[in-house]
């Protein structure tokens, strides 16, 4: 099926006023020396992918070799197509072999004088306010090489350990990477060993891999002493726990009030998550694990088994998603965890933008959460359905409906901010906003084929518009993650603003505060109609269902396995 060529979707003028009034552009001096360098990683994750978009920003060629094990770290550095070794996220041993040989540096998640692979999980256990980054080269004893550089940061209360991971601890880590890559060309410089270093932090210490027992905690403690035992699990490994029937893993914990009941009564729930009593305070649950190798985390109220009926709250304090209103302008926010849409997400969240967008202000602002954006479809809900393909069509068209709702709203101008790390469908599901914001750090992953699929949201006739027609078979066909920089040159995003969470959210109430007195609102609203009649989205829509029908039904490009494999971790 043939479509016609996509037309810019959005007001035009207005994104390049917007973007000439807010955009914050990098000039990247020319390294004094290029490097190849090599990133030895156990997973290449948002940490890894970011260290390699901004090496490469900054000039330098990046290989990431993926490793399970020294045996695995030794062949990876056969080549010797390098100068240099960062380890920004490893489990794997470096034997000595590697770091005599080569400088090797190890991002450690702790400040100078920490030490062990469970760094974060003490932290927050143990209520660091202070905390830190060491880049060190790598030493036979774990983590107690010399230090090539290092940063601390605040933590602040009941902040769960993939927020301070995927926040502090990331931008820590590039700035201790920067100063690696640095003194790396400085002959004069020599790491300081770590003994001789004042600790930043005075309780950093070698800390044991964090077990289970160390984790527990009971009903009865208090709640926020129960969110903060989970907290430092979360993620992985998760604390278990007997909840209802059941002990399970848990996560995504949130604070609430007393309720004067037996701790560890699941009192009621609300959406996916359950409310469990405490000794001084409530819980929400928002996600759960049952144990076994083949079991993974889903939404806590398809998991736990509550001893009785509970009844369903109409409203709860588990955060989801949020409106309000300032003057002209609306705002829209939601949090998905770990990005991740499910079709009963995706169905309220186009419900609540569908309401939104027929209030009465002129603009409207939509957020995601600062931990991650979104990544589309909620694949652990699809894999643990009896009918995992029907369970992600279904899916498909629920998150279609967010993005119909972003595309065709000619009554408000649309802002839509990357406020984390996106992938897939999360990354076209906002493109169709008439201004595309990006805080700066975060990384894109504008691509479906390594899940199987075709793809949807839209995005055959958004992506083009922004992109270009072969811009967007590039990103689509490479599979490779892209800065926000890098995304602001192409055009798929318009603009970039700071990385700290509270500044980039005064600056972007700045552009909205812009796009409304910027006086070309009903222009804009005007050529959006336009647009639309000139080139309806309907065909694009058709044809990426016709295609992912195939794909989900027919299995066409092995979505079955990848996805099996994504949810188990394979």
């Not at 035992?229 to 604070?255: K, M, Q, R, S, W």
């Not at 995601?368 to 954006?373: I, K, L, N, T, V």
Request: glycine content about 8%.
């Amino acid at each position: 099926m043939s479509t016609p060529r996509a037309v810019r979707p959005g007001g035009v003028l207005l994104r390049a006023a917007t973007a000439a009034l807010f955009r914050r552009g990098r000039r990247h001096e020319p390294p004094a020396r290029t490097l190849d360098v090599l990133l030895l990683v156990t997973s290449d994750n948002g940490l890894s992918q970011r260290a390699a978009l901004t090496l490469r920003e900054a000039g330098h060629r990046v290989r990431t070799s993926v490793v399970a094990d020294a045996d695995e770290v030794v062949a990876a550095t056969d080549r010797g197509d390098f100068d240099l070794i960062i380890c920004p996220y490893l489990k794997a041993y470096v034997p000595e072999s590697v770091w005599r040989r080569w400088t090797t540096i190890i991002i450690h998640p702790g400040p100078p004088g920490d030490r062990g692979p469970s760094s974060l999980d003490w932290a927050i256990t143990e209520r660091e306010a202070t905390w830190g980054v060491t880049a060190l080269h790598a030493a036979e004893e774990l983590d107690g090489g010399p230090v090539w550089a290092w940063r601390t940061f605040e933590i602040s209360a009941n902040t769960p350990k993939s927020s301070v991971y995927n926040g502090a601890v990331a931008d820590a880590a590039m700035e201790c990477i920067q100063d690696v890559i640095e003194r790396f060309g400085d002959p004069d410089f020599v790491p300081t060993p770590a003994d001789q270093i004042t600790k930043p932090v005075p309780t950093a210490r070698t800390n044991p891999t964090m077990k289970q027992s160390d984790r527990a905690f009971s009903w009865g403690d208090d709640a926020p002493a129960i969110v903060r035992a989970i907290n430092a699990a979360d993620g992985f490994p998760g604390v278990l726990t007997e909840l209802g029937l059941d002990n399970v893993y848990v996560y995504d914990a949130h604070l609430d009030a007393h309720v004067d009941v037996e701790p560890g009564t699941i009192v009621e729930h609300h959406l996916q998550a359950v409310r469990v009593a405490t000794g001084a305070g409530s819980v929400w649950i928002g996600h759960a694990r049952r144990p076994g190798a083949e079991n993974f985390k889903l939404p806590a109220a398809a998991v736990v088994r509550p001893v009785g009926l509970i009844r369903q709250a109409e409203d709860g304090r588990y955060p989801e998603i949020n409106y309000h209103r300032e003057g002209d302008i609306g705002y829209l926010s939601f949090r998905f965890y770990n990005g991740a849409m499910s079709t009963s997400q995706c169905l309220r969240l186009a419900s609540v933008l569908r309401w939104a967008v027929a209030r009465d202000t002129k603009v409207l602002m939509l957020t995601g959460d600062y931990d991650r954006f979104s990544n589309g479809i909620h694949l652990n809900v699809v894999h643990a359905s009896s009918d995992p393909a029907g369970e992600a069509w279904a899916n498909i068209q629920a998150i279609n409906e967010v993005a119909r709702a972003i595309v065709s709203c000619t009554d408000q101008v649309v802002v839509a901010a990357f406020t984390g790390n996106a992938g897939a469908g999360g990354v076209m599901l906002p493109l169709g906003a008439d201004v595309v914001a990006a805080r700066d750090g975060v990384v894109l992953n504008p691509h479906y084929a390594t899940m199987g699929l075709f793809g949807s949201e839209l995005h055959t006739y958004t992506l083009p518009a922004r992109v270009g027609h072969e811009q967007a078979n590039r990103l689509l066909s490479e599979c490779a993650p892209i800065g926000v920089r890098r995304a602001q040159e192409i055009g798929l995003v318009d603009i970039v603003g700071p990385r700290e969470p509270r500044q980039f959210e005064a600056w972007l109430n700045k552009v909205g505060q812009g796009v409304l007195d910027g006086g070309r609102l009903e222009s804009t609203l005007e050529l959006k109609k336009q647009r639309l009649e000139l080139n309806p989205f309907a065909p694009y829509e058709t044809r990426e269902l016709e295609e992912m029908k195939i794909d989900l039904f027919g299995d066409r490009n092995g979505f079955a396995e990848k996805r099996r494999n994504f949810v188990l971790k394979l």
